[in-house]
């Protein structure tokens, strides 16, 4: 059993050493070791989660599992979580009550968690007091290993927890069960060394490690052979990518050389504004294969709070780095995530991010009331704000946000605009769906054989978080 450690996780020193890039090759005598049965995956969280879930799907597959989407039918249930604010937690926690019934009636069933929960000293503490049904632990830093921890589940019968505290090598040639034929999210980082106060990244997830530009490009060249269309470059703070390399080779290095793959769409989340630079921008700009959409997280409009988080960034540098971009990039959509409730936020704190949204009109945001996260400096300052006035500001807040979402798309109506259909529509069968350059959800009337493809879309109604149009 290797249990976190905070203290850990929180380490960053020469120490720790140079990451090392290891080759993923399952041993041959794991494969087919779970043939006939069946698992069922639950992700929570970001984008980077998501990926991580393909690559479970991937090492399952491998050992013979295949996915079911019945949880009471699965013989591995696999919840790969979140620790990001309290609410994800309890999603979890809550979860695992339902796992503990099916386990009653179906003992043989595997329960294991995954992912940033899993990382968490508290977590995996009250796991092992409360939850002694959970059969299976890992993190964010040793999902390799899940074919060896599963083989022991299975051999053995005895419960598996290994979680590394210490982020450990980079590895590559790892499977991934894609989720959709035609965008792939492709790692270009790992970890986050930015701290900010009431973050708990950086210990789940560790210590910047930058991939290898070679791996990167590799990858996203085989995706655009495998027919792709667009690739999402992710990192908790992607502007940042390389510092940790020896190499001087830099994020507007890598958004120059993937626009050079040719393939059709490049995204790339989420940016912090503190590692924006002049050059990244020129790229964005001149490079026709990056996508016009920018995720610049604001989190306040009130330097005193901007402080307090660790933010590195003044209002005032925030908004001229947000007109630059919008001066530079031709139709460029810009998305940002605020926290309200922050510890000491006066309303004069809190009518100051109202007024950078005023300012920047943002083309949509994700709201947030702030949550002490246990080990994070701000989980240790006297929370200041009753729970009404954290709901009241975020329901202020929200309706300002909602009100520029709808503006922004209002300014599409009778627009063409270019969209890669990727599925069905959700919201009505007959109709095929997907996303514009700049990010906006378009549902649209045209054959279903556009799927895979990019077409030009009339846009003939708008909504607050859709837009409706038609093929031409
Ligand atoms: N790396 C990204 C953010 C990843 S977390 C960045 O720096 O921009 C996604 C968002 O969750 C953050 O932008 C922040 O708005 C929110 N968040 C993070 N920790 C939080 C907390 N403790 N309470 C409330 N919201 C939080
Ligand atoms: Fe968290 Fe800040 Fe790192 Fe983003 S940059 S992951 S908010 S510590
Ligand atoms: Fe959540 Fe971990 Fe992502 S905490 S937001 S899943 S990095």
Redesign the pocket.
Known sequence: MVVPNLKEAMKRSKENGKVQTIHYVLEEELKGIAKGKRYFIKTYG?QMNEHDSENIKALLEELGFSQIDCMEEADLILLNTCA??ENAHNKVFGFLGRIKNIKEKRPHVIAGISGCMAQEEVVVNEILKKYNYIDLVFGTHNIHRLPQLLSAVLSKKESQIEVFSKEGDILENMPFKRDSKYKAWVNIMYG?D?F?T????PYTRGRQRSRKKEDILEEVNSLKKQGYKEVTLLG??VNAYGKDLEEKYRMEDLLLDVSKTGIERIRFV?S?PWDFTDKMIEVISTCENIMPYIHL?L?SGSNTILKLMGRRYTKEEYLTLFHKLKEKIPNVSITT???VGFPNETEEDFLETLQVVEECKYDSA?T??????VGTPAAKMEDTISKEVKEERLQRLNERINYYSKCANESYKGKIVKVLIEGVSEKDEDKVMGYTETMKLVNVKADKATIGNIIDVKITDVKTWSMDGEAV
């Open positions: 970001c990001i604010r986050c930015k900010c009431y973050c708990i990244v908790q703070n989420t912090h997280p989190q995530d605020i926290i994700f947030f009331i702030f949550s002490p996260r």
